[in-house]
């Protein structure tokens, strides 16, 4: 097993959240990039629309959520969740979508936003590689049990991002509502860096 963490919690400082979610994101370690393969080897080939699919639908359909301990934020490594048979919270499904695509060769966005109402973390994918109608009709013919007119996405840092929040049910769906705060963490070829929206 890695060694002991320095970082297991997010903190106010989104400098710190950075080196907390490189830690997270352990997708270089052969137990999570195994597991990663095994989902994408679904859609085998360059990392591609099929591969997001693959991904999302399997850690979705497994997932159950587990709360922290009552007063204790801890974010698990990629590793902890997949041994925990994909249990814990959002901000552990968040790590886990990231670090399985990042695994396979994308770039990848890891959100915190907040509300009146609490807080959120989730992921989001790169596809500016891809056409928008292509990805929509993948997604599309994927999860036909939704009616899915049109994908959730956001263009930043050059990149189009498309959203993967478990509570959205599938790739593209609608957005957490960020409306008091926003910060988003990419990794853009294995580099992490932050920005607070709002």
Known sequence: MPSERKHSAWYDNGNKNLDMLDEACDYDLPYTKSF??????????????????????YCYKKWRYVNDPNGHEYVARASETIASYL????DDFAVLLASCLLAV???VCVNTGHNPTGGHA??????????????????SDRFDNFNIGQLHTRD??????????????????PYYDCSTSWDSYTCIDGKWNWQNIR
Request: glycine fraction near 12%; include cysteine.
């Open 122 to 139: 989730f992921t989001e994918v790169d596809i500016s590689q891809f056409s928008y109608d292509e990805i929509l009709k993948i997604i």
């Open 36 to 57: 990663a393969n095994q989902l994408a080897g679904r859609s085998e080939g360059s990392f591609n629309p099929g591969q997001i699919c693959e991904i999302f639908d």
């Open 156 to 173: 930043a840092n050059g990149k189009r991002w498309l959203n993967l929040d478990w509570q959205a049910s599938y790739p593209g769906g």
């Open 87 to 90: 249990t814990g919270d959002c």
């Open 105 to 107: 060769g994308a770039d």
